[in-house]
């Protein structure tokens, strides 16, 4: 028998923060606490991520990317403005290689003005080398609303207003095993035991092995995939002021090697999204044997490989190859050359896969036995953080008024 919670949200990355910052909104009588493994909040995908504020263009109209992109990024902003976070409006130029690429760029017009994206304008050659000289490219698109932030930043604010407001925020408490009780579980961690009347699963990369544990088929798996990113130097870096995206291929939930300014006066190039075999590796030869295990045995990861074999072979490659990452990073700014790339570092992205090899697009939430799952909750779910979190509110049953 441990200490009893009302609720215990697990996960201490930035959708875990927003959920509990919201349910301390809605229900201000529930005791609540916050589980993070790590000594640290925000130490995996919220601490090594882009820190693009998305504006929503990339997303299928009518999906929870889409809706919950716009909410969430206008609450985000407001949220950065009220605790003067700096968050930088850059804009995106979105760009297309070749003749091949504009009926995509078209496709993408069409979902920004599906999606209520402000202010998205088609560039000509001419418009774009007064725009940004340097760019490469036919045409582009000009979306005006896309921001950059420190995600860390936004994290750690929202663990001390979480403790202001009586949450109990426990870093280094791993979730380890987990007893169901006729009125919700019983929870062991790494900072001992505690009861749980209901819990939000905000695990991030070990959602799904936190959701079986808690007596719940998630029913997909989350693969993680890893993107290296290059700091860019040299003279390139100076003329980079917006974010420059290519086209992506619909076919994937990745947007392709990019270039963003970020806060810190950096400018990145990347992410790769290659598979990697340790969901918490952030070097290139990183192995975990049980990751190995998992995926090996997980029909998914082979029945993905089948349907995408070149895809996977060429983001392998790129995450070795200096050379083909230049190759990516040419087709969006011509002069940058090899010595402009200099410190590398990466990210790993938990991308749910379902049993037949597909990517799951959207972000899923599922219920379970006094308990709601967030499962998938890659990108943009950093920029969507505060409306995912009102989601599970709400689908969790909890929503109810407000108190500031
Ligand atoms: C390379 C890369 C680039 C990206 N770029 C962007 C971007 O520019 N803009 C954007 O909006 N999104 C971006 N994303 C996506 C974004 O970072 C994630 O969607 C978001 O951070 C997910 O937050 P989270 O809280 O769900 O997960 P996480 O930040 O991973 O947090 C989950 C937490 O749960 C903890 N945890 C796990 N298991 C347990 C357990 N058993 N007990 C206790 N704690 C546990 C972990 O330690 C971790 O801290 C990017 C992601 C990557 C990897």
Same mark, same amino acid.
């Given at each position: 028998m441990g200490e009893r919670f009302d609720i215990v949200v697990v996960g201490g990355g930035i959708v875990g923060l927003a959920t509990a910052r919201s349910l301390r909104r809605h229900r201000p009588e529930d005791s609540l606490?916050?589980?993070?493994?790590?000594?640290?909040?925000? /130490?995996?995908? %919220?601490g090594?991520?882009?820190?693009?504020?998305?504006?929503?263009?990339?997303?299928?109209?009518?999906? &929870?990317? $889409?809706r919950l992109t716009r909410e969430g990024r206008a609450e985000l902003l407001a949220f950065c403005a009220a605790e003067k976070i700096a968050t930088r409006p850059t804009g995106k130029l979105v760009v297309a290689s070749d003749?091949?690429?504009m009926p995509a760029l078209d496709r993408l017009m069409t979902q920004a003005r599906a999606n209520g994206v402000p202010g998205v304008m088609r560039l000509d050659r001419p418009a774009m080398d007064a725009a940004a000289p340097g760019v490469a490219g036919v045409a582009a698109l000009w979306v005006p609303s896309t921001a950059i932030v420190d995600y860390p930043g936004v994290a750690q604010r929202l663990g001390r207003q979480l403790?202001?407001?009586?949450?109990?925020?426990?870093?280094? /408490?791993?979730? %380890?095993?987990?007893?169901?009780?006729?009125?919700?579980?019983?929870?062991e961690t790494g900072a001992g035991g &505690?009861? $749980?009347r209901f819990i939000v699963n905000c695990a991030g990369l070990d959602a799904d092995l936190l959701a079986r544990r808690l007596g719940t088929d998630p029913t997909v798996s989350i693969v993680p995939f890893r993107g290296d990113y290059y700091e860019l130097e040299g003279t390139p870096r100076s003329g980079i002021h917006a974010l420059v995206y290519p086209v992506p291929d619909p076919r994937f939930p990745f947007l392709g090697v990019h270039l963003t300014p970020t806060v810190r006066g950096t400018v990145l190039a990347g992410p790769n999204a290659a598979l990697a075999l340790d969901r918490e590796g952030y070097h290139r030869g990183a192995v975990d044997g049980r990751e190995l295990v998992r995926l090996a045995e997980f029909p998914g990861v082979w029945a993905m490989l089948r349907r995408y074999p070149g895809m996977a072979a060429h983001e392998w490659l790129r995450s070795w190859g200096r050379e083909e990452f230049l190759y990516a990073i040419r087709k969006l700014w011509p002069?940058?050359?090899?010595?402009?790339?200099?410190?590398?570092?990466?990210?790993v992205r938990a991308q749910a896969i379902r049993p037949d090899g597909t990517l799951e697009e959207d972000f899923v939430l599922r219920p379970g036995p006094h308990a709601l799952h967030v499962i998938n909750a890659p990108s943009p779910a950093a920029t969507a953080s505060f409306a995912i979190a009102e989601e599970v509110v709400r689908a969790a049953g909890f929503a109810g008024a407000v108190r500031e």
């Amino acid at each position: 028998m441990g200490e009893r919670f009302d609720i215990v949200v697990v996960g201490g990355g930035i959708v875990g923060l927003a959920t509990a910052r919201s349910l301390r909104r809605h229900r201000p009588e529930d005791s609540l606490a916050l589980l993070e493994k790590e000594p640290e909040l925000a /130490a995996h995908q %919220t601490g090594h991520n882009s820190g693009v504020i998305h504006s929503g263009i990339f997303y299928a109209p009518g999906s &929870l990317k $889409a809706r919950l992109t716009r909410e969430g990024r206008a609450e985000l902003l407001a949220f950065c403005a009220a605790e003067k976070i700096a968050t930088r409006p850059t804009g995106k130029l979105v760009v297309a290689s070749d003749a091949s690429e504009m009926p995509a760029l078209d496709r993408l017009m069409t979902q920004a003005r599906a999606n209520g994206v402000p202010g998205v304008m088609r560039l000509d050659r001419p418009a774009m080398d007064a725009a940004a000289p340097g760019v490469a490219g036919v045409a582009a698109l000009w979306v005006p609303s896309t921001a950059i932030v420190d995600y860390p930043g936004v994290a750690q604010r929202l663990g001390r207003q979480l403790e202001a407001a009586g949450v109990r925020v426990s870093r280094g /408490a791993e979730v %380890t095993a987990a007893e169901p009780r006729p009125d919700g579980w019983h929870l062991e961690t790494g900072a001992g035991g &505690l009861d $749980a009347r209901f819990i939000v699963n905000c695990a991030g990369l070990d959602a799904d092995l936190l959701a079986r544990r808690l007596g719940t088929d998630p029913t997909v798996s989350i693969v993680p995939f890893r993107g290296d990113y290059y700091e860019l130097e040299g003279t390139p870096r100076s003329g980079i002021h917006a974010l420059v995206y290519p086209v992506p291929d619909p076919r994937f939930p990745f947007l392709g090697v990019h270039l963003t300014p970020t806060v810190r006066g950096t400018v990145l190039a990347g992410p790769n999204a290659a598979l990697a075999l340790d969901r918490e590796g952030y070097h290139r030869g990183a192995v975990d044997g049980r990751e190995l295990v998992r995926l090996a045995e997980f029909p998914g990861v082979w029945a993905m490989l089948r349907r995408y074999p070149g895809m996977a072979a060429h983001e392998w490659l790129r995450s070795w190859g200096r050379e083909e990452f230049l190759y990516a990073i040419r087709k969006l700014w011509p002069s940058v050359e090899l010595e402009d790339l200099g410190a590398r570092y990466s990210g790993v992205r938990a991308q749910a896969i379902r049993p037949d090899g597909t990517l799951e697009e959207d972000f899923v939430l599922r219920p379970g036995p006094h308990a709601l799952h967030v499962i998938n909750a890659p990108s943009p779910a950093a920029t969507a953080s505060f409306a995912i979190a009102e989601e599970v509110v709400r689908a969790a049953g909890f929503a109810g008024a407000v108190r500031e």
